[in-house]
Nanobody
Framework: QVQLVESGGGSVQAGGSLRLSCTAS????????MGWFRQAPGKQREGVSC????????FYADSVKGRFTVSRDNNKNTLYLQMNSLKPEDTAMYYC???????????????????WGQGTQVTVSS
């Protein structure tokens, strides 16, 4: 049974930082591209970042470029999202997801992400 468990969310003031983690089990983690998505209240879920199986290729939504950094440790089956210079508009539930393939398309197409975590809440106050 595949499980993705996010952690690291919380409440911070604008300009602050958080580091999200996503620990995977039940799958060969190193075979899958991994993504971070978020959903704010009343809005559609959107792609935030994607990292290929090796960690060598990453993609970011324009709204987070230069502020967020995605990384992974395949030895620990763990995905990370370092979030700096947080803004109130970053407030959302953040989800990690495992793709059915090892590379990222750059378009954050949700259909290629087969497994999803339950999410961790990030709240940024002004």
């Amino acid at each position: 049974q595949v499980q993705l468990v996010e952690s690291g969310g919380g409440s911070v003031q604008a300009g602050g930082s958080l580091r999200l983690s996503c620990t995977a089990s039940g799958l060969t983690f190193g075979n899958h591209a991994m993504g971070w998505f978020r959903q704010a209240p009343g809005k559609q879920r959107e792609g935030v970042s994607c990292i290929a199986w090796s960690g060598g290729t990453t993609f970011y939504a324009d709204s987070v470029k230069g502020r967020f950094t995605v990384s992974r440790d395949n030895n620990k089956n763990t995905l990370y999202l370092q979030m700096n210079s947080l803004k109130p508009e970053d407030t959302a539930m953040y989800y990690c997801a495992a793709s059915v393939v090892g590379i990222c398309s750059g378009s954050f197409t949700e259909g290629v992400f087969q497994y999803w975590g339950q999410g961790t809440q990030v709240t940024v106050s002004s």
